[in-house]
């Protein structure tokens, strides 16, 4: 995806890191009020400032500070520290949150390189943190390498068994990867591990979608939309379907949900644009199409085509 570009939550939802980390070092209450300031600015969609709070707390928190033992140490040393072990030096690890956090940030800005680095740098000061590997799987989801995303995932789930997000993506990856049936299996082995997880239903519904459940897909996503009525996603899978079984009516209310919620994902006003043409509402519709090709260009060859295939319905 091109830099800039904003991501769409619906691709997969990554939690911003908040971690209970031990204090280290000089000005805590500081570094600590930074996170949580730029915790709220990403989540109100302030990402500029989320940037700024949580490039501060990494200046603040990055440097080396001398103690007088290693007990409490949870990152790889150097060569140097290995050779200095009766003044053995520690990294504060909030340090590693907030490149968790600020990899984050970028990724829903559509800056997947800039976001891939924080991972990284997160993962050389704490090498056992399972966030920093499922981040960096979602990179490679966004990027389509299905198999590496599967093996960063992988990493994860063996740090944390639970850890829902790497679950769910190697679910999401094997979907991609047209291994529906594989994919199923995967969702509902995640459900069991978190059956009040909208998102998880929401997937689920997708491959049962994909595999011809209807029935089964339009529970799974009144199901999500009965835990969480403000879940885009399900109203966008439910409208999906609707679409698929020409409820184009009912298609358009539940993407106009969805968009209402989460005006940056593409495939809401594609579908909706496409269900406005089908109702020959073509002055609508082109404002929809013009919008989704805005928020994700690579859309343009799938609207032409399905533009043409209306058309031809139509006549």
């Not at 984050?104 to 991972?119: C, E, R, S, V």
């Not at 966004?142 to 995932?153: L, V």
């Not at 106009?256 to 109702?279: C, H, S, W």
Request: glycine content about 8%; overall charge neutral; some cysteine.
């Amino acid at each position: 995806m091109p830099e800039g570009v904003v991501m769409p939550k619906s691709i997969i939802s990554l939690a911003i890191l908040c971690l209970s980390l031990c204090v280290y070092g000089q000005n805590p209450e500081k570094v600590d009020d930074l996170l949580a300031r730029g915790l709220r600015s990403h989540e109100s969609g302030n990402y500029a400032a989320a940037i700024e709070d949580f490039t501060r707390a990494i200046e603040l928190t990055a440097g080396f500070k001398s103690v007088s033992t290693g007990k409490r140490r949870n990152f790889a040393e150097t060569a140097e520290e290995a050779a200095q072990r009766g003044n053995v030096r520690v990294v504060d690890p909030r340090t590693a949150a907030a490149y968790i956090n600020r990899g984050n940030t970028y990724y829903f800005m559509g800056q997947i390189d800039h976001a891939m680095d924080d991972y990284e740098k997160a993962l050389r000061v704490s090498p056992g943190l399972a966030e920093g590997y499922s981040c960096r799987g979602g990179v490679w989801l966004i990027r389509k390498d299905y198999d590496r995303a599967i093996t960063e995932y992988r990493k994860a789930i063996k740090l944390d068994p639970r850890l829902v997000k790497a679950h769910l993506g190697i679910g999401i990856a094997l979907f991609e990867k047209g291994e529906m049936k594989n994919a199923l299996a995967q969702f509902d082995a995640t459900a069991v591990i978190a059956p009040k997880n909208v998102e998880v239903l929401y997937r689920r519904g997708d491959a049962k979608h994909s595999t011809g459940d209807l029935a089964g897909a339009l529970a799974d996503y009144e199901q999500a939309l009965t835990m969480d009525p403000k879940f885009d996603g399900a109203y966008l899978g439910r409208g999906r379907l609707r679409y698929t079984q020409f409820d184009f009516e009912g298609a358009i209310k539940d993407l106009t949900k969805a968009i209402e919620l989460d005006g940056r994902v593409p495939n809401g006003y594609m579908l909706r644009g496409f269900a406005l043409l089908m109702q020959r509402k073509d002055a609508e519709a082109e404002i929809d199409l013009k919008r989704a090709v805005e928020i994700l260009p690579s859309l343009q060859d799938e609207i032409d085509a399905g533009v043409k295939k209306i058309k031809a319905i139509r006549k």
